[in-house]
């Protein structure tokens, strides 16, 4: 084709035609003509709907329950059931429904009527239970008023109040003599911190396996040293409390102290002095039958301190001698008078188990860890939660104040360790060292020159330092370690003890320690 002839493009009604272009006004015609080819297919309004394969039907059924379990949700968070458990029964006994389950607890019933309603509709409930009264009305106010900003707290009685006292002037002298001695220690040319903390380094890394003995019959869950170290007290899931003298292991006595599981184990702070009377208090244990009891030298049976309604945990006395502390899955901890056996207090805080207490050495706070993840501290001169310690992510277990007065530290179930500094009122190292929970955690009871933790991972590790690094890892054990103590004789002596039932005790080897220093030619001996 020549490039000098121009092509014109037909154009129709003012518009040029396009390839493929259907002309104006032919469209219905050419869609007819289309269908009559049986090239266009058009679905009559009756036509026939294919159902959803199966595995999209399933998926829609589930996001259907699941919505539905949303909104259940959210209507039982905006139903409000009274507190009170005899007004749960009483309305579960006007819908028909048990007012008990086996194993039901006050909170799961509360749970189980508030869904109840929730699945039930406002006017459906209000038809079984008939109106609220004035009462429930006021309640259903209160619920869900914002609370004002105030202090509250419980009148004790005056036996608390004169505990407190005696508590204060505790605590006052202890402190007083404790700032007084390291202040001393600081002046003294002679005494150097570091060198001090060098030795212990060099003893803890010598620290062997001296002694293995089988001291059950079931799972031993802890063990403590007497104040002058001279024997380890162990107590067991079967209910027995066994005294061990040391460093020999020789069984001085068995008391058959619980009918059900040992859960701690606590000597008196005076247990070792000379002159005590043969009925004084020396040993405490508590039980998973919500029961602490206290023994005498001989093993006898002094007082039964009842009053948790849960099993118990942890226990502690106070510096003083004359309070004990407990931990109990009731969500609260107490503190006894050991002489008469009252409860002066019943310490609230903690919205879940309470699991450990322990008491600072001047005697002026108390500690308190529970399954919620949180570790309280309390004034028990005046009552108050003075300081909240959060960071775990799981349930704290074990806690133990330093020598020092103001390191705190906590071993949790997330399997780390923390220890606090209460001056700064924040965490001061976090120590990641074991694989599984950390069910001890113990300082040096004289300087606390370094730290013992005790994991399921089945070992115990010492840490020191300021900042706390690792310096021995103590293995022997081969199931998990459920207790572990620190002996305060000054010899560097650990004792540990675990589901293998058996108790382990670890101290400086003599050959290490020698190989270690320096002979006076500069060789190594």
Known sequence: MDDDVDIKIPNREGGPLVFGTIQRGDAAAAVAAGEAAGNIFRQAADAEVLDLPEASAEHARKQQELMREIELRRKMKATVVPTADSEVRRMLRQLGEPITLFGEREMERRDRLRQLLAHMGE?????????????????????????????????????????REELAQFSLRRAALRLAAARRAQSDPDESPAAVAAEAERQLRTLANQA????????????????????????????????????????????????????????????????????????????????????????????????????????????????????????????????????????????????????????????????????????????????????????????????CGYLLATGSEDNTARVWDLRKRQVLVTLPGHASLVSAVRFEPNDGHYLLTAGFDNTTRLWGGPRFRLLRTLAGHEGKVMGADVSPDGTFTVASTGYDRTIKLYAPDPLAAAAEEPAADGMLL
């Open 123 to 163: 006017e459906a409930a209000v038809a079984a239970l008939g109106p609220p009264t004035e009462e429930e009305m006021a309640e259903a106010e209160a619920a869900v008023a914002v609370p004002a900003s105030e202090i509250f707290y419980t009148e004790g009685s005056d036996a608390l109040r004169a505990a």
């Open 212 to 403: 293995s003995e089988l001291g059950d019959e079931r799972p031993i869950v802890g063990c403590a040293f007497s104040p002058d170290g001279s024997q380890l007290a162990t107590g067991a899931w079967s209910g027995t409390v066994k005294v061990w003298a040391m460093p020999s292991m020789a069984k001085q006595l068995t008391i058959k102290a619980h009918a059900e599981r040992v859960t701690g184990i606590a000597w008196h702070p005076e247990a070792s002095s000379t002159g005590r009377m043969e009925s004084a208090v020396t040993l405490a244990s508590g039980a998973t039958d919500s029961t602490a009891r206290l023994w005498s030298a001989e093993g006898k049976l002094l007082r039964s301190l009842e009053g948790h309604t849960d099993r118990l945990g942890r226990i502690a006395f106070h510096p003083m001698g004359r309070h004990l502390g407990t931990a109990s899955y009731d969500q609260t901890w107490r503190l006894w008078d050991v002489e008469t056996g009252d409860c002066l207090l019943e310490q609230e805080g903690h919205s879940r188990a309470v699991y450990a207490v322990a008491f600072q050495g001047d005697g002026a706070l108390a500690a308190s860890g529970g399954m919620d993840a949180i570790a309280r501290l309390w004034d028990v001169r005046t009552g108050r939660n003075i300081f909240t310690c959060q960071g775990h992510v799981k349930a704290v277990l074990s806690l133990d104040f330093s020598p």
